[in-house]
């Protein structure tokens, strides 16, 4: 490297003390000097990528919503042995649920998805934001994509081929594209998550910022704010990663101090600003501290909070900051306690 | 530490440069340099810490809306003398206003703020964002913090308490979170800013990044986007931080090259992009640099510029890039001259 | 400099290592070493700064749309030539287009735009963001900047002077602000882009974050976001510049690994969510790698992404992620491909 500028190569000592002293204080350093492992993982593979093989039925609820429906998920560590984590981590008979099952995987893995449609007439798909896949399993409809219908019919079963390649590692949203036309039915309730797990999330905790490695991230919580209400699910890393579907407007529980992490995304045509009472943040890939945060459709805002943190137990508050979508009820309960315990669902449409 | 990344050592050395050449470009160095001191401040709570006590009312303007109204601020420093600082920081017999006062503290400090309902009717609270604080002063409602109904009514006033611990810097929301139910009334004018001082904020000027402190800021405006208007107030840090009420669609004065803060805020049920003409400011806790910001409801947007930098004076509009909202009037002159002054009140509900 | 924190001398050597790392892992480092040079370009003029004479006229569509038309630009390196490139720019016989012409200059260069009011009528205006000028050239009402009508009148045409000064890079809409009122129309047609062209746009390619050179982008895109709509144009670096306009939802062609620039910007009074298939990108002055973004009217929002990447060619799908938009089929195509070629004009007012 050939260093043009004569004054920069002078002010080369000083300056770089300044360099690290400006990143100094704002990465806590505690977290980050045992962890720096972590960033080579933003560019690298598992080390042991695996295949998941995962059946999926696109069902109809009794009230005439749509949802996914976890059957089967197999994987595959390439050593000719299949195990089957369906009841680890969907529990026993998955019912439908809305948001869908949250599919995790590593970077570096492949997933063939079978998606069986369960609820007739037209084609249901899944298309999913993130990952690599080819045109043929964009989940949209030959119409548009020019090669085939990337959906299931009842005759006629899909199965998508994603490769979670370098680069992919985040949350991505995964939604239909092509039940009653290219639109999709995603308002109707098919929707979900891929989380392409990650070294770590950037937090602000104890007034630093550090990574909070994804091994330590006791639960999570997807949350979809759709029109006037929240779509959860719950996952609980102390119970293996074992997902529960949370429903409407759930009561989010956490044992203080808990490092928690939300998944928040937005779906339809309503922009919100999520909120949550006494808790701060960090908006993934700034320095910006917040603790509302505009979401616009299908756009995912993923943070992490240790629970209760100098506030602690209480019945805390997450809501849209948009009035007229609070007085709609859009609101629900970060409830901190010494106890902790598995959260409590709301209302579902299965009954 | 150890690095197991063997290409990662050999490029040490070329890469380190890199770094600092990298960082360089970006922050410039004459700020920078003799302010790294500031750096530390993200963390560090004040040297001497502050205890406020302040009394509130949540009053009944003459047109039916409502606002929050500065009776007493007092400052202990812990050396046993309790300073008066209301006339200094809130003038002469303050009135009710909207937003309501700026609550200016130091990271560290801690707040008892006592609210009077003067209101009436239902009980009427402060919910900050932020600040730490207990359940029972969450300004909800018993009902949803099942602790208390942490409000006042027209007999019984609340005190809150309130700490700026590690992390708190930042400007944040305060607003009604129980009056006519849990929504709140924040839609009726009972809204203001905390601002927890931060050792300064980053600025894009002359085309550098700098980082600007706190008291090199001239003045400060708090500017809230309600619905199709701005409501402002003004904090004149070269009058002792006084500030003034400045209601709707203000005209903001400023001296040619005075630094100055903007302290944005959005309210209600819409989304607005707050614009300003010839100058732009970097988007905090990036490097980006905008001049056009999206404001969803209670999310905050702090900027500081350099009053006509390479433009000169003018009377430079300020507006909601909002089509409908700017055809609705949402827009306000931001009023740069070599002779500066205080900023021009718009029409006020007083009257 | 002064360090006055003790600790942090102590930790000096250990943590400027892991600073290093830190930002090593993130930045892919082949375009980052090639590329150092284009940092200090941020700060820096153009080496050869020029002179813009440009004149353009605001004309009237058949279908009552107005849009603004080039007519010629003419560039002075300060050499005593001026050199036509109206033509290599623009086609022969530009046509009014919506968006407007894009004006690529460089940091250091200055404007002189002349625009001619062919609609009659009102006084049509350009106002521009970003770059430098008086307030006399605001693009403005009088009755606002208390100057005089910055505009131009069926019998006066009307001249700004822009500086593209440090620190104006980006970006930036320009559009009218008098047409009618001072609201303007630019919700008729009277928008379109200044490209103050920066050192390279900051891209997440193969997994890393990278530079990526102006001079090695091959196409950029221009898609303004208008009700339920995208308007396009499409610039071709490999033709030496050379704009098309591309008018409703386009077919926006790129060759396989063609490395391409979307320049997506809001206008009017709804919100938007950019969202396109199979590509993610990192958001400009972060870090966060996303593949939708909320758009705000005149917030723009500029990246890079390879064609295909990881992904191949198809037909993948840009579109409106916000629901009632797609319904109301605001989406496009990006056609990937071996072969490339000119982008697919949509509809255009002009037949």
């Given at each position: 490297?050939?260093?043009?500028?004569?004054?920069?190569?002078?002010?080369?000592?000083?300056?770089?003390?300044?360099?690290?002293?400006?990143?100094?204080?704002?990465?806590?350093?505690?977290?980050?000097?045992?962890?720096?492992?972590?960033?080579?993982?933003?560019?690298?593979?598992?080390?042991?990528?695996?295949?998941?093989?995962?059946?999926?039925?696109?069902?109809?609820?009794?009230n005439?919503q749509?949802a996914?429906?976890?059957?089967?998920?197999?994987?595959?560590?390439?050593?000719?042995?299949?195990?089957?984590?369906?009841?680890?981590?969907?529990?026993?008979?998955?019912?439908?649920s809305i948001p869908?099952?949250?599919?995790?995987?590593?970077?570096?893995?492949?997933?063939?998805?079978?998606?069986?449609?369960?609820?007739?007439?037209?084609?249901?798909?899944?298309?999913?934001?993130?990952?690599?896949?080819?045109?043929?399993?964009?989940?949209?409809?030959?119409?548009?994509?020019?090669?085939?219908?990337?959906?299931?019919?009842?005759?006629?079963?899909?199965?998508?081929?994603?490769?979670?390649?370098?680069?992919?590692?985040?949350?991505?949203?995964?939604?239909?594209?092509?039940?009653?036309?290219?639109?999709?039915?995603e308002d109707r309730g098919?929707f979900?998550?891929?989380?392409?797990?990650?070294?770590?999330?950037?937090?602000?905790?104890?007034?630093?910022?550090?990574?909070?490695?994804?091994?330590?991230?006791?639960?999570?919580?997807v949350l979809y704010m759709v029109k006037t209400s929240f779509w959860g699910l719950?996952?609980?890393?102390?119970?293996?990663?074992?997902?529960?579907p949370l429903w409407v407007n759930p009561t989010?529980?956490?044992?203080?101090?808990?490092?928690?992490?939300?998944?928040v995304v937005g779906l339809g045509s309503e922009?919100h600003?999520f909120?949550?009472?006494?808790?701060?943040?960090?908006?993934?890939?700034?320095?910006?501290?917040?603790?509302?945060?505009?979401i616009?459709p299908?756009?995912?805002?993923?943070?992490?909070?240790?629970?209760?943190?100098?506030?602690?137990?209480?019945?805390?508050?997450y809501h849209c900051?948009v009035?007229n979508h609070m007085r709609a009820g859009m609101t629900g309960i970060?409830?901190?306690?010494?106890?902790?315990?598995?959260?409590?669902p709301g209302p579902s449409p299965?009954?």
């Open positions: 490297m050939k260093l043009k500028n004569k004054s920069f190569k002078i002010g080369f000592g000083i300056l770089s003390i300044i360099t690290v002293a400006f990143f100094l204080i704002p990465f806590g350093n505690s977290e980050f000097q045992s962890d720096s492992e972590l960033f080579s993982a933003f560019t690298a593979l598992a080390a042991n990528p695996k295949t998941h093989f995962i059946e999926m039925n696109a069902s109809s609820l009794p005439g749509l996914y429906q976890m059957i089967s998920h197999k994987v595959d560590s390439g050593n000719g042995l299949t195990r089957d984590i369906t009841v680890a981590r969907y529990g026993e008979n998955p019912t439908p869908g099952p949250a599919i995790i995987i590593n970077q570096g893995d492949e997933v063939f998805l079978k998606l069986v449609n369960k609820i007739g007439g037209d084609c249901v798909s899944v298309h999913v934001h993130g990952v690599h896949y080819s045109i043929g399993d964009d989940g949209t409809l030959a119409s548009t994509n020019k090669v085939e219908d990337s959906c299931a019919t009842i005759d006629s079963p899909k199965t998508y081929h994603w490769v979670a390649g370098k680069g992919t590692v985040g949350t991505w949203p995964y939604h239909d594209h092509t039940f009653g036309g290219e639109t999709g039915a098919l979900g998550v891929v989380i392409v797990d990650r070294p770590g999330t950037k937090a602000f905790i104890d007034g630093k910022m550090s990574w909070i490695p994804v091994k330590k991230i006791d639960k999570e919580y719950e996952i609980d890393n102390n119970k293996g990663g074992l997902q529960t989010l529980l956490a044992k203080q101090n808990d490092e928690v992490r939300f998944h922009f600003t909120h949550m009472h006494a808790h701060r943040w960090v908006d993934q890939g700034t320095t910006d501290v917040i603790d509302t945060k505009n616009g299908l756009a995912r805002h993923v943070f992490v909070v240790k629970a209760g943190e100098a506030v602690g137990s209480g019945d805390w508050m900051h009035f970060f409830q901190v306690s010494a106890a902790g315990g598995p959260s409590i299965l009954v």
